[in-house]
């Protein structure tokens, strides 16, 4: 087959903007698995470092802690790629504005929790003295910025369910609606929680729940396009 018929016969190949679709809900699937195995990957090999008792954003400080900055900003930047590419492909119809948009913000709000890095406490990094420690600036910015995120990727989370519902395909609406729930009930326990356990436990869970379902999206959409 010559390259002028591979061209004619290739639908992707003939249309440019299909493919630039498909690169930016690339990033949507790659981004969650990278931002996940990065952090666990330093979560277990940090010294002090305890997944029961330490939420991953504190992996920013210390010696190493730029490699978390650096996972959180990358994280973001590929969320913002996706968020374009989720406009491309759902357009038109219901939720083609605002999914992109909230998902989009959870993409910045990852950007800038990497830039106001999280406080040290709890004995992390190691040397630090145990409880919370004072809270600065930087650190209220971070909680403020994931408070953001974390809010805009659960009410996506509903639009998106909302769309697939209206097109009468029942899984895809409830797993959507299922993960917002999830992980809304996982930020709640955190917040509230006061440190414990299963509150910090329940987070992790979480946020492995909402990054699965943006890649899982990204990668559904983009088998569609």
Known sequence: MTQQTARTTNPVARDPRASLTRSL?????VAGPVYVAVSLAQALTREGFDLSRH?????ANGGPG???IVNLVAA???SVACAAGLR???SPGRGATWAPRLVGAYGVSLVGAGIFRADPG???PAGTPEGPGPVSWHGMLHFACGAVGFLCVIVACLVVGGRFAAEGRTGWAVLSRLAGGLFLAAFAAVASGGGAVWANLAFVAGIVVIWAWLSALSL?????T
């Not at 809900?25 to 699937?29: D, M, P, Q, S």
């Open 88 to 90: 491309r492909a759902l």
């Open 220 to 224: 559904h959409l983009r088998r569609r």
């Open 122 to 124: 709890m004995g992390f």
């Open 76 to 78: 973001g930047l590929a």
């Open 66 to 68: 730029w490699i978390q």
């Open 55 to 59: 939420a991953w954003s504190m992996l």
């Open 25 to 29: 809900l690339g990033c949507g699937v």
